[in-house]
């Protein structure tokens, strides 16, 4: 079975460019979760998407960043105008039906570089 | 608020012996479930073990137990019989249920924790 797939694994943009991460759930999982890490810390959650809906995207800029989780295909994390503070890494995660003794299944994550 | 408490931004430990890494939580809900993450130097986030609030056991999985304290709020995390390849960060997280966000269960994570194994 295929793990969580994410891509690229390192992402390098200019300030001012969008950059768009793919994220490609494990097979039945149709809950997907994306968090951000900073250097020295821990994730932070942004956005949790199902198929076609966004149901809690407490955790995302209110600007320049969108998220999609569409019918088919992966979901995408889009950061529009990106600068400096954007540079992160940018994990996807994801869960079959929510249940509290469910853990999150992680992807490697993007390495977002911001020149 | 902080709801998760890593209190160890390092620890050293020599290989074969057991060490304990902290995790405080806070919340208010009685239903919820703690998790740890290890994420070696390459970056990826490792599943180690869940317990649920209202779990009467203690987790274990393999050389890894969740040493749970509900009253204390604590979930501390041992790792029996060190290896160098335990050598990573640990994260503890708690997921709980957010009704103002339509029952979104994402994780909150601690700051983690650097393990460091020596021969």
């Known amino acids: 079975n295929a793990g969580v797939m994410q891509n690229p694994r390192h992402l390098v943009r200019r300030r001012g460019q969008e950059a768009r991460l793919r994220c490609s759930p494990m097979?039945?999982?149709?809950?997907v979760y994306w968090y951000r890490q900073l250097p020295e810390e821990g994730l932070k959650f942004m956005v949790y998407?199902?198929?076609?809906?966004?149901?809690?995207e407490s955790g995302m800029p209110k600007e320049r960043f969108s998220a999609e989780f569409p019918k088919e295909g992966p979901s995408i994390l889009r950061i529009q105008q990106v600068v400096r503070g954007d540079s992160a890494a940018y994990f996807c995660?994801?869960?079959?039906?929510?249940?509290?003794?469910?853990?999150?299944?992680f992807g490697d994550g993007t390495r977002l570089s911001i020149l | 608020a902080q709801k998760i408490t890593q209190t160890q931004p390092g620890m050293f430990v020599q290989e074969k012996e057991a060490v304990t890494l902290d995790c405080t939580y806070d919340?208010?809900?009685?239903?919820?479930?703690l998790f740890w993450y290890k994420q070696p130097s390459s970056g990826e986030m490792i599943f180690l073990i869940y317990?649920?609030?209202?779990?009467?056991q203690n987790a274990t999985e393999g050389r890894y137990s969740l040493n749970f304290q509900k009253a204390r709020k604590s979930a501390n995390l041992v790792i029996s019989a060190s290896q160098l390849g335990d050598s990573a960060m640990y994260f503890c997280?708690?997921?709980?249920?957010?009704?103002?966000?339509?029952?979104?269960?994402?994780?909150?994570f601690g700051k983690g924790t650097k393990l460091t194994v020596n021969p």
């Open positions: 998407l199902q198929k076609e809906n966004i149901i809690d």
């Open positions: 097979k039945g999982h149709s809950h």
């Open positions: 995660a994801s869960s079959p039906l929510p249940r509290f003794n469910q853990p999150q299944h």
């Open positions: 919340t208010s809900d009685p239903s919820y479930g």
């Open positions: 997280a708690m997921r709980e249920r957010d009704l103002a966000q339509g029952g979104s269960e994402k994780l909150v």
């Open positions: 317990q649920g609030s209202y779990d009467q």
